[in-house]
């Protein structure tokens, strides 16, 4: 399809081991997205990527997560020594450009720590 | 903290009535405020979207009313439907960045 992917769909890790999320946006979008969704609560921002600029890591909520953009495509987002309250559904989206160019989600990664 | 807080929590509408969403935000320097409808399982899609300098947009049964003045806009669902029932986020986007600020979302429930 044309939309955004994301995997894996699921996630089950132990708590302390490392876990990568994958993003594939929508080919020739420039601009990608990571956010968060707790149980019950709202989007939270985590990392934005436009184009070739630096991105704007200031949502990361600490410093066991991290994520990079290879060729300004795929992005990988990393969770380190994952504790149980990294449990969340993990939101990727890309757009072409900025807003207000629309920006389409993937249907994100639930990640379970135990 | 750039901050976007919407309201109500949760929305518990008849079909055929008006759904209301609320939100407000604390910083001026915002220049795009869209609305985005997440069902259960789904990653969000965007419903409709208003710039600052227009009070009022609609789209078929969907209308953004923007207050500037007040730092407030919300979303109305004319004649809602079961179909309706979703998770419904505002957000903004600051002026210098591209990232959107969402608020909490309000869970919409159309009762047939």
């Known amino acids: 399809g044309a939309g955004v992917s994301q995997s894996p769909s699921n996630k089950v890790t132990e708590k302390g081991k490392d876990v990568e999320l994958r993003c594939d946006p929508i080919s020739g979008h420039t601009a990608l997205y990571w956010y968060r969704q707790s149980l019950g609560q709202g989007l939270e921002f985590l990392i934005y990527?436009?184009?070739?600029?630096?991105?704007?890591k200031s949502g990361l909520p600490s410093d066991r997560f991290s994520a990079e953009r290879t060729g300004g495509s795929v992005s990988t987002l990393t969770i380190q020594r994952t504790q149980q309250e990294d449990s969340a559904v993990y939101l990727c989206?890309?757009?072409?450009?900025?807003?207000?160019?629309?920006?389409?989600f993937g249907q994100g990664t639930r990640l379970t720590v135990v | 903290q750039q901050q976007v807080k919407q309201s109500p929590q949760s929305l518990i509408v008849q079909k055929g009535g008006i759904s209301i969403i609320n939100c407000a935000y604390e910083?001026?320097?915002?220049?795009?405020f869209p609305w985005y409808q997440q069902f259960p399982g789904k990653g969000p899609a965007l419903l409709i979207a208003?710039?600052?300098?227009?009070s009022e947009k609609k789209e078929g049964r969907f209308t953004i009313s923007f207050n500037k003045s007040a730092k407030q806009f919300s979303l109305h669902i004319m004649d809602s439907q079961p179909g309706d029932s979703a998770t419904y986020f505002c957000a903004a986007r600051p002026n210098q960045g591209g990232k959107l600020i969402f608020g909490q979302g309000t869970e919409l429930s159309v009762k047939p």
């Open positions: 208003i710039r600052p300098d227009v």
């Open positions: 910083n001026t320097a915002f220049d795009y």
């Open positions: 989206a890309s757009s072409l450009g900025q807003a207000p160019k629309e920006a389409f």
């Open positions: 990527f436009q184009g070739n600029s630096a991105p704007d």
